[in-house]
């Protein structure tokens, strides 16, 4: 990319908002030039924006910091998904067709689209993720040019509580935030570190957040299911807190201490955990409740994998998050899912260069944000910020690429990416339009249809007239002669 072209993305998590701006190289690296982080535990809650006003403010606090570092103005924004309320179901759309027909691309689209508009009861499809087409009694990735009698498309809906989809298009809309594309933050994160083999083998990545834990199971390169989980590592540091302390000390002791897995002989009876100068809490006892609270979350985590992939896990179980860092994590999942291959993903697969310590810390925690971050792919940089002595912006210039994007019908959308509400009303009216133009393309063929039969039949009337006519005359001309 040339200067003063950059990348902008943002993750809204619960215990941090997290904005990073970056450079594609035309080696496929990528050059972070900033990150901001801003507290957004007290609006934000298991993914879930409780606070409009508050949330837009701290979006706009993440856009002034990026831009005071960088220089330049922000036009627009890509937007991680993700959240308590997302989760996956299955939906099998089905036709009949005249025998030996010959599939076309325009049939599976029809499949697609009458997917995509299924309702939901307060839920809002965000992606629709397709697993394969069931041609009369054979499976096919792609039908197009076969004959059948039968076309069957098996999806998975990726579906969010409408209220909680309405809440983040609104806090960007309250902040004046152009979104050059929502992105479902999972998807985004199983790019970015996930190999093609564990993805086309079989595998469940599993990312342990503050307060969620998202399961996303893949299997033949394609997502098969997904699922949160109300349960993070914060759980933890509140149960931790039972042992009459405050959760900032929690949390401390936490990072300090806690293990995920103790063996029993290992365990100490005498030796005690230093709270603070004058408090202590006996070992054993702060080694059940982690262990018991992240049992917990582990037995969640294999509850959501579908039974019909327990043994088809070949890539094994990744996992990543801040949650991931405890110490013996992988030998805890291990000992409750009895899944042999288990890493931890640490960093994402990119090529990333860096200078800011969040990054170079290589924890998992960025690993969300840097995948949403591969995923742009249109300049989010407008005109250089030059203040005057009166402090006044010098005036940008219309960025076309986020609110001037050409609308998209749903068979059109990447997968992964979500329509926001403003490109959802866009296609809509679109919709609207090109089906109002064909309904007046239809009215004025059957119009003129209607004018020409109308015509036939004047002109068959004459010509009646003129034979009857005609056949009078002569019976009357054969008369006389008589």
Request: with cysteine.
């Amino acid at each position: 990319m040339a200067a003063k072209e950059f990348i902008v993305a943002i993750e809204l998590g619960s215990s941090k908002m997290t904005g990073i701006a970056g450079q594609k190289n035309l080696d496929g690296s990528i050059t972070v030039l900033g990150v901001v982080k801003e507290d957004s535990s007290s609006f934000i809650r298991k993914g879930y924006v409780y606070n409009i006003d508050k949330t837009a403010q701290c979006l706009t606090n993440i856009i002034k910091k990026l831009e005071n570092l960088l220089k330049t103005e922000i036009l627009q924004v890509y937007v991680g998904v993700g959240g308590q309320s997302i989760r996956s179901v299955r939906n099998v759309i089905a036709k009949d067709l005249p025998a030996d027909t010959r599939i076309t691309q325009d049939m599976v689209i029809e499949l697609m689209d009458a997917n995509r508009n299924m309702k939901y009861q307060d839920q809002e499809i965000l992606d629709a993720a397709v697993q394969e087409y069931r041609v009369d009694s054979q499976y096919q990735l792609d039908p197009v040019g076969i004959q059948a009698s039968h076309l069957e498309g098996n999806f998975l809906n990726i579906l969010q509580r409408t209220s909680f989809y309405r809440n983040l298009n609104k806090c960007f809309e309250v902040a004046g935030i152009n979104v050059a594309e929502m992105y479902l933050a999972p998807l985004a994160l199983a790019d970015a570190v996930l190999t093609e083999a564990e993805k086309r083998s079989g595998c469940a990545l599993v990312d342990i957040g503050s307060d969620t834990t998202t399961v996303s199971v893949y299997s033949k390169n394609i997502l098969r299911h997904l699922a949160v989980i109300p349960l993070g590592s914060n759980n933890i540091t509140k149960d931790i807190a039972t042992l009459q302390m405050e959760e900032y000390d929690a949390e401390k002791m936490k990072l300090k201490y806690a293990s995920a897995y103790t063996d029993n002989n290992d365990i100490d009876n005498n030796l005690k955990y230093s709270i603070d100068q004058e408090r202590q809490v006996e070992s054993r006892k702060f080694i059940e409740i982690v262990e018991g609270r992240l049992e917990e979350i582990i037995e969640n985590v294999w509850y959501q994998i579908p039974s019909d992939y327990y043994d088809k896990l070949l890539g094994g179980i990744i996992l990543t998050g801040g949650g991931s860092n405890m110490s013996n994590i992988e030998q805890a999942f291990m000992n409750h899912t009895h899944v042999d291959k288990i890493r931890t993903a640490k960093f994402v697969t990119y090529t990333i260069n860096a200078t800011q310590e969040d990054i170079k810390a290589k924890n998992g925690k960025m690993n969300t944000v840097l995948g949403l971050l591969a995923k742009g792919d249109m300049n989010c940089a407008g005109s250089e910020v030059s203040n005057d002595l009166f402090g006044t912006k010098k005036e940008t210039t219309p960025h076309p690429a986020a609110d001037q994007r050409q609308a998209r019908q749903a068979s059109e959308i990447p997968a992964g990416v979500i329509r926001t509400e403003a490109e959802k009303q866009k296609a809509e009216e679109e919709r609207r339009r090109q089906q109002e133009e064909e309904d007046r393309a239809r009215q004025e063929e059957e119009r003129i249809k209607q004018e020409e039969e109308a015509r036939i039949r004047k002109e068959n009337s004459k010509w009646n007239k003129f034979k009857k006519g005609a056949l009078k005359f002569v019976k009357g001309m054969v008369e006389e002669e008589e």
